[in-house]
C-alpha cells in the first residue's frame, strides 16, 4: 500500500506559478499512475493531470499543467503556470496500480490518495 502526501500549495496572484510535490512512501511511485485532481468548494473533483506507470506518458486539463516524476524522490510533481483565480482549490493527488486509459479522468478509478493541498489564486 502506497500513502501519498501533498505540499507546496499557497496563496499567488493570477499569473502565478506554484509547483506541488505528491511524496510517496510505502511502495515505489513509478509502479503507479498517477493524477492529480482538484476540488473548488461546492464543486465536484476534477481532473487536472495524469503520469501512466513504466511509459510515463503524459495528459492534461489544459497545456498550463506540466506533471512529472523523479523516481529517486519517490515524488511527482505538478507545475501550474499562468494561473488565474479559477483554479483555486484543493489539490490531491491519486495513485492506482493498473488504470484504463479510458479511466484516468475518473477520481472513481483511483485506489490511493493524498489529504489535499490548498491553492489560493487572487485575482
Known amino acids: 500500500q502506497v500513502q501519498l502526501v501533498e505540499s507546496g500549495g499557497g496563496l499567488v496572484q493570477a499569473g502565478g506559478s506554484l509547483r506541488l510535490a505528491c511524496a510517496a512512501s510505502?511502495?515505489?511511485?513509478?509502479?503507479?499512475?498517477v493524477g492529480w485532481f482538484r476540488q473548488a468548494p461546492g464543486k465536484e473533483r476534477e481532473f487536472v493531470a495524469h503520469?501512466?506507470?513504466?511509459?510515463g506518458n503524459t495528459y492534461y486539463r489544459d497545456s498550463r499543467f506540466t506533471i512529472a516524476r523523479d523516481n529517486a524522490k519517490n515524488t511527482v510533481y505538478l507545475q501550474m503556470n499562468s494561473l488565474e483565480p479559477e483554479d483555486t482549490g484543493v489539490y490531491y493527488c491519486?495513485?492506482?496500480?493498473?488504470?484504463?486509459?479510458?479511466?484516468?479522468?475518473?477520481?472513481?478509478?483511483?485506489?490511493?490518495w493524498g489529504q489535499g493541498t490548498q491553492v489560493t489564486v487572487s485575482s
Open positions: 503520469i501512466r506507470r513504466n511509459v
Open positions: 510505502g511502495r515505489t511511485l513509478r509502479d503507479y499512475s
Open positions: 491519486a495513485a492506482a496500480s493498473g488504470m484504463l486509459l479510458s479511466s484516468i479522468r475518473n477520481p472513481n478509478q483511483y485506489n490511493y
